[in-house]
């Protein structure tokens, strides 16, 4: 488990499969992700139970559940490359829980485990790019932005254009 001041980060449970498929169903917090909505109960709480029986430290996916005060409010996925030097990050956080610098927060902590607990050289994040609370905050936590694909997505229906992310171990933060 990682902690903030008014964060933990953390495995996700059971429990949590509510709060997940509440947010996860929020229409405006799904826009700009790759999920339908409504995610029904049943799927919430199967997919919470395989992100819970993952293991961090392997390659691929791992989903955290970012939780203030016993509530899950969110979750940040890591994606760690076969070769573990470098990884890609994701992010969702519930809408009742947006511009409370919650986001920040967590995006913040995991950086600094992923560079100086698990020793990663490089970690990137993209978004669609219409999604500007997203870029800000990778900016604020201090991602550059590396590069814009145009019409490189398509989803729900529509092209749409990504903004590539990069932050290295020793970049300033």
């Known amino acids: 488990?990682?902690?903030?001041?008014?964060?933990?980060?953390?495995?996700?449970?059971?429990?949590?499969?509510?709060?997940?498929?509440?947010?996860?169903?929020?229409?405006?917090?799904?826009r700009y992700q790759s999920w339908d909505t409504p995610l029904s109960l049943e799927d919430a709480a199967r997919t919470v139970?395989?992100?819970?029986?993952?293991?961090?430290?392997?390659?691929?996916?791992?989903q955290w559940a970012i939780d203030r005060d016993g509530l899950l409010i969110g979750d940040i996925g890591v994606n760690t490359h076969d070769n573990r030097m470098q990884a890609e990050?994701?992010?969702?956080?519930?809408?009742?829980?947006?511009?409370?610098?919650?986001?920040?927060?967590?995006?913040?902590?995991m950086v600094d485990y992923l560079f100086a607990e698990r020793g990663l050289h490089r970690i990137s994040a993209e978004?669609?790019?219409?999604?500007e609370a997203s870029a800000r905050l990778l900016r604020k936590?201090?991602?550059?932005?590396?590069?814009?694909?145009?019409?490189?997505?398509?989803?729900?229906?529509?092209?749409?254009?990504?903004l590539l992310f990069g932050l290295l171990e020793g970049d300033p933060r």
């Open 89 to 109: 990050i994701g992010f969702t956080v519930a809408a009742s829980e947006q511009g409370k610098g919650y986001g920040t927060e967590a995006v913040g902590r």
């Open 49 to 62: 139970a395989g992100y819970g029986a993952d293991d961090p430290a392997m390659v691929g996916w791992y």
């Open 1 to 30: 488990m990682l902690t903030t001041d008014r964060l933990a980060i953390r495995p996700f449970r059971p429990d949590d499969a509510a709060a997940f498929a509440a947010y996860r169903s929020d229409a405006e917090v799904a």
């Open 127 to 131: 978004c669609d790019a219409r999604n």
């Open 141 to 162: 936590v201090g991602f550059h932005q590396e590069g814009l694909l145009r019409s490189n997505t398509w989803i729900k229906g529509e092209w749409t254009d990504d």
